[in-house]
C-alpha cells in the first residue's frame, strides 16, 4: 500500500472526528430518516444538520434518496456501521476498567 492510500484512510478516519457527524451517524443505524427527524432526534437545527449531511455524503459514509420533496439519509454500508458498532465497543471496555 503506497503513501496515497494512507492519506485516503486518514481523511477518512477524520470524519469521524466530529461528535455531531458520530451522533447523525449513530441516530442513522436504526434507518433512514429525513433532515427533520434527526435534527429533533439530536435537538440540533435543521441547517447545521444538512451541513454535517453533506460532509457525510461527500465522504460516501451516508447516501440519499429523494422522495418528492423529502431527502431521506442512511448509512451507506455495513462498513460503516461496523466501525460505528466496534468504535462504541472500545469505548465502553475502556470505561469499564
Do not use: P
Not at 38 to 57: G, V
Not at 58 to 66: E, H, P, Q, R
Amino acid at each position: 500500500m503506497n503513501i496515497e492510500f494512507w492519506n485516503r484512510l486518514s481523511e477518512f478516519y477524520k470524519i469521524f472526528g466530529d461528535g455531531t457527524r458520530l451522533r447523525i451517524l449513530n441516530t442513522l443505524l436504526s434507518g433512514e430518516k429525513c433532515v427533520t427527524e434527526i435534527s429533533e432526534a439530536l435537538e440540533i437545527s435543521q441547517s447545521a444538520i444538512s451541513h454535517q449531511l453533506k460532509t457525510l455524503r461527500d465522504s460516501t459514509l451516508v447516501v440519499c434518496k429523494k422522495t418528492g420533496q423529502t431527502v431521506h439519509y442512511k448509512i451507506a454500508d455495513d462498513h460503516i456501521r461496523i466501525i460505528l458498532e466496534y468504535g462504541c465497543e472500545h469505548i465502553r471496555e475502556k470505561e469499564e476498567k
